[in-house]
Structures are given as structure tokens and as C-alpha cells.
């Protein structure tokens, strides 16, 4: 049997339907194989990175191993953005990297390339893969795969990478002679039944708690004993962003998100709270704010997480965690609602968050989309809740359009928001949503800013060769809407590299999805925003859609610089709805002092 073929039944016997790449010199053998496989279909983006990032966002939907193939050299480079969307997110994937053949490596030679397109890949990506490899004796095939396999789903899940040199690609081997590998026995590094056992008067002793839920119990989805578990302990719940599809919207006890980019509802509640219970979240700064002491001060802090270290480093930081379990959430969350009994009557602090629910103004400025040919983001947000289906995926970029979405999209259950949450690259929606697509039952929708769709605009054309079902929607803001506040801040408006007239360069968007051979709406008035989202989703294939959004709408609510979360927060007492909160609208330099920069 050709050991390219090994490799792709190899992936077909555990379930994966697509692989992404673009074919090299150094690859040829695995793509031939991979289209000769019944079970298994090539994308072919039409670069690495897209590659790297429609196997992550194949993986997101799908919960199996998302794979891309690329060849050699600045093949395999390309893939590296990619890869840390993976590693950073704990989504499970593998890139096969061609490599040329074995008696053309370098070896120890004190050359810096022997071979052509010759890179010593696994070096590059030994920080941002769980395993990094290269074969060396086609004998080992199957052990390295069976290792990448187990390794990218095991503790917490991440990217693995397999170098394959041009040579054992096409080599002959005998499968059922090849070694297998045998896991580790595991050794328990605690005990979970004690620990939880030990949580539970903890629970019950709380008169405000409230529980944070992250995206890493979405790797893998709990499904629905975390839904049990939220209604047994009773608790108000917090979301990071990366847990926003984790309970629905109008779910009794969420809250919502909270931190730096958070309504002052989540804010206020964590830190008033006086139990916080996170669940998968590592407390990025993004949510607790710059000042780590000040965070949920007066609350006993309990993490539960797969890593340890994400715990063990508020140790030298500030932020007091008072307990810490190492645990896998799937393994975590049964048990935990195994042991507990039903919820004790917290009444009064449930019904404190649902005054401040009322009572708190509204963080967004008024409509920024009155001018003639712009929507308001959040308006715009807020009619796109009403008209994406309940079981939608929906994929989102970074930056503007990202906050906009975060903050405002009401979830309904079923449906999920994936985004690339802690590495943030721009132009990650749009191929991963093309991941998914590729397999989806329903829709996708991909929701991306123009500075976004630039880095990855030839991923249009994927998406009108294969039909797919995905509504893209372009935030058209005419710029990098978030770098034009962060320069505001910082730089007095002196915009640079931000806009058209500061450097950057956008093509006609519309015009380009037309030559593509898509269908375009273009969405310019607030008053058209329900019927022409209502014809969007009417259509079963791709679709792009051309949001014009202001190009002075601003991100709300943002954390005032160099404000501690609690700052503002002197108490829970009524009097401080009255007072200065805790996040205000943000506020442009006047022109007197930006230059006369125009936003």
C-alpha cells in the first residue's frame, strides 16, 4: 500500500469528510490519494493561511479533526497564522507539511537549505503545536499519526503537525506490520470526587454568586449536561466571549458578557459578587480589566481548567484564586452535577441584577447610521438576531464587527458563534466559515470587516465554485474602525494606516463579489435593514452582502484607560447607578487637539 493512501484512510477511518490545501511539488502524492478516497473530498483554497483556518473552522462545527495538506517551504510557512487560531482556541487539528526527500535534507551540513524549498518546519511550529514531527522512516507512519491523533484531542485539545518528506510519501508499506502507539497510562494528578466534594458547601454557602462560563467548554461542546448543570446550581451567568452560544439569550439567568469591552450589567455583577465559579475560561486581561487586584474583589475565586498553568499564573499577578481544579470540563461538569443538590434560594441577588438590568442606561450612543448611505452597527446586530435561523453557524472576524457582534447579537439556542478568540487574525472568517460549509446540514453565515475580506478576498472565488450555503456579510466601515479609536486614544487622531486617506487601499467590494459570480446586496438605510436581511436568508446559496456601516461608528462600552473594573463600583447600593459607572462612552479628541482629523 503507497503510504500516502495510509495516511488519508487513516483520517477517514476517524471520520473526517474534507481536507484544505493547495497542492506543491512536495504533496502531490497525498492530494492524488485524498481525491482517490471515496470518503474524503480536497478543498482547495487558494492560500495556506485560508487552508490552515478552513481546517479549524471545519473542526469548530464539526468536532473532528480538522486537517490541511500543503507542500514544502513557504507551503508549510503559510500555514503558521493558521495554526496558532488552533493552538490558542485548543481546537483540534493537523497539518501534513510535504517535505523534500530524505537524501536531499540538509542534515548537519552548515548549509541553510540542500534540498529545494527545503525549511525545517517543525522547528518553526514546536511552540504552536501540541507535536511537531518529522518522518524519517516510513515504518513509523502509523505511530506518528495515531500520536498527532491522540495527542491533538488529549487534556487540552490543540494543533499537530506531521512533516512528510516527497520520498516516503510514495513508499510501499505493509499496514499490518507497521507499530502502533500505546498512550501513557494517565496518573491522576487530583482527586476529582474530593475536590468537588470540597466545592460543594462553597456553593451553597454563597449569597452572590455567580458562575463565568468559557470557550473551553466548547472543546469539545458538553452539550446538555452543562445546560443542567446551569439550572441546578442557579446562579446568574457570566459568558466570555468565546462561550457566547453556550446559553441562549433569553435564558433566565444569563447575564451576558462582561470585562474591558463588557455592558456594565456583567461588570457590575462580578463585581459584586462574592463566589466567582469559572468554568473553562483562562481570564484573559480582556475581561478582567488591567488592574488584576481589583477584579471580582470581594469574590472567592474558583477556576476549573484543563491546563494548570492557566491557573497557577494570576499567582505572581494579583488576582486571588482561591481554588484551583485540573480538570477537562467534559469530565468536570458531569460530575459536578452528579453531586449537587438542587439550588439554595439566592431571591434577593437575583432579583439585585435584574433591577440593575432596568435601572442601568444603555451604554450605545445614539443611531450612528443617520446619514444618508450608513447603517448603525448595533442596529444592524440587533435586526440580524431577529433574522438568522436557530440553527445557524455563524463565523465572525475581529476587530469592529467582532465587539458589534458580541455585544449585541441575541443567541438563540441552537445556534453557535465561532470566532478566532485569542489569536484575533484578521481575515479568519471568512475561510473558516468555508470550513464549515463545505459539510454543514444548514447555514453559515460569515460575518467580516473590510479590512478582513482584503487579507482574504480571494476566498470568494472558493466560495462561488462550490455553491456553498453561506450569507456573507460585509461591515463595510471603510476602514480598521477599531485602530481608528485606538489612535484616538493614544495619538491624538493621527490616523495612520487606518483609512483611505491615511494609506490603506479597498477595492469596490461589490463589484469584485459580482466578477466572482455571486449575488450582491447591498445594505445602505435602516429603514431596509429587515426585508433585505429577510431576502438574504431566503436564498439557499452564497450570498454577499455589503453592509455600509458609518465610518465614524464607535465601539461601546469600553473600559475607560487605566480604570480597574471595580473602580467605579464603591458598593451595591442603588446610589451608584446614580453615580459615574464604571464604563463611559468613549469620547474623540476635539478636532483642536487630533490635527483636524476628521472620524
Same mark, same amino acid.
Given at each position: ?14 471520520g473526517v469528510t474534507h481536507v484544505f490545501g493547495i497542492s506543491g511539488g512536495a504533496a502531490v502524492h497525498l492530494f492524488d490519494s485524498a481525491a482517490k478516497h471515496p470518503d474524503v473530498t480536497p478543498i482547495f483554497p487558494q492560500h495556506e493561511q485560508a487552508a490552515a483556518i478552513a481546517a479549524d473552522g471545519y ?155 468559557? +470557550?473551553?467548554?466548547?472543546?469539545? $461542546? =458538553?452539550? /446538555?449536561? #452543562? !445546560?443542567?448543570? @446551569?439550572?441546578? %446550581? ?83 499577578? +494579583?488576582?486571588?484564586?482561591?481554588? $484551583? =481544579?485540573? /480538570?477537562? #470540563? !467534559?469530565?468536570? @461538569?458531569?460530575? %459536578? ?263
Open positions: 500500500m503507497k503510504l500516502s493512501d495510509y495516511v488519508i484512510d487513516f483520517l477517514a477511518r476517524r473542526a469548530r462545527a464539526t468536532g473532528k479533526l480538522g486537517v490541511a495538506i500543503t507542500t514544502s517551504g513557504p507551503g508549510a510557512t503559510n500555514l503558521l497564522t493558521g495554526v496558532c487560531c488552533a493552538y490558542y482556541d485548543s481546537v483540534p487539528t493537523l497539518m501534513i507539511t510535504g517535505q523534500v526527500a530524505t537524501h536531499r535534507l540538509k542534515g548537519q551540513n552548515d548549509v541553510r537549505q540542500l534540498g529545494f524549498q527545503e525549511t525545517d518546519v517543525p522547528s518553526i511550529f514546536a511552540t504552536v503545536t501540541k507535536y511537531a514531527v518529522q518522518i524519517s522512516d516510513p515504518a513509523t507512519i502509523r505511530y506518528h499519526l495515531e500520536k498527532a491523533y491522540y495527542l491533538a484531542f488529549e487534556g487540552r485539545p490543540g494543533a499537530v503537525l506531521i512533516d512528510l518528506p516527497d520520498d516516503l510519501q510514495r513508499a510501499e508499506i505493509d499496514p499490518d506490520a507497521l507499530a502502533s502507539f500505546v498512550p501513557e497510562a494517565q496518573i491522576a494528578t487530583s482527586d476529582l470526587d474530593a475536590e468537588i466534594a470540597t466545592l460543594l458547601p462553597v456553593i451553597a454557602q454563597a449569597k452572590r454568586p455567580v458562575v463565568v462560563l468559557g +470557550g473551553g467548554l466548547s472543546t469539545p $461542546r =458538553i452539550g /446538555a449536561a #452543562l !445546560d443542567q448543570l @446551569v439550572d441546578r %446550581l442557579g446562579m446568574p451567568v457570566l459568558t466570555t466571549w468565546a462561550a457566547t452560544d453556550l446559553i441562549a439569550h433569553d435564558h433566565p439567568l444569563r447575564v451576558g458578557p462582561f470585562g474591558v469591552y463588557g455592558p456594565r450589567l456583567g461588570n457590575f455583577a462580578i463585581q459584586n459578587a462574592d463566589l466567582v465559579l469559572c468554568l473553562g475560561s483562562r481570564l484573559s486581561q480582556n475581561v478582567t480589566g488591567g488592574i488584576l487586584p481589583s477584579f471580582a474583589r470581594e469574590a472567592t475565586i474558583v477556576m476549573v481548567d484543563a491546563s494548570r498553568g492557566e491557573m497557577d499564573k494570576f499567582d505572581s499577578r +494579583g488576582i486571588r484564586i482561591a481554588t $484551583r =481544579i485540573e /480538570a477537562r #470540563l !467534559d469530565a468536570f @461538569v458531569p460530575k %459536578l452535577l452528579g453531586a449537587l443538590e438542587a439550588a439554595p434560594p439566592r431571591a434577593d441577588w437575583l432579583a439585585k441584577i435584574a433591577h440593575w438590568r432596568g435601572a442601568l442606561p444603555d451604554d450605545r450612543p445614539g443611531p450612528a447610521g443617520a446619514n444618508a448611505g450608513h447603517v448603525d452597527a448595533y442596529d444592524f446586530v440587533d435586526k440580524l438576531s431577529d433574522a438568522a435561523p436557530s440553527d445557524e453557524l455563524i463565523y465572525v472576524d475581529t476587530g469592529g464587527n467582532l465587539t458589534w457582534t458580541c455585544n449585541g447579537f441575541r443567541i438563540k439556542r441552537g445556534q453557535r458563534l465561532i470566532s478566532d478568540w485569542n489569536n484575533t487574525a484578521m481575515g479568519y472568517a471568512l475561510p473558516a466559515a468555508i470550513g464549515a460549509a463545505v459539510q454543514a446540514k444548514g447555514g453559515v453565515t460569515c460575518i467580516i470587516g473590510d479590512g478582513g475580506l482584503m487579507l482574504t478576498l480571494g476566498e470568494l472565488a472558493l466560495l462561488a465554485r462550490h455553491r456553498l450555503p453561506l450569507r456573507l456579510f460585509l461591515f463595510n466601515n471603510h476602514g480598521h474602525g477599531i485602530q481608528k479609536q485606538t489612535l484616538e486614544t493614544w495619538l491624538d487622531a493621527n490616523y495612520v494606516g487606518v483609512d483611505a486617506p491615511s494609506g490603506l487601499s479597498f477595492v469596490d467590494f461589490a463589484k469584485v463579489a459580482e466578477a466572482m459570480d455571486l449575488p450582491v446586496v447591498t445594505i445602505s438605510r435602516s429603514g431596509d435593514i429587515a426585508a433585505q436581511l429577510a431576502d438574504v436568508y431566503a436564498r439557499k446559496g452564497p450570498v454577499f452582502c455589503n453592509v455600509e456601516i458609518n465610518p465614524a461608528q464607535k465601539l461601546y462600552p469600553v473600559l475607560k484607560f487605566g480604570a480597574p473594573l471595580e473602580s467605579q463600583l464603591p458598593s451595591i447600593d442603588d446610589e451608584l447607578i446614580a453615580r459615574e459607572m464604571i464604563v463611559a462612552p468613549y469620547k474623540a479628541a476635539p478636532p483642536s487637539q487630533s490635527g483636524g482629523a476628521g472620524v
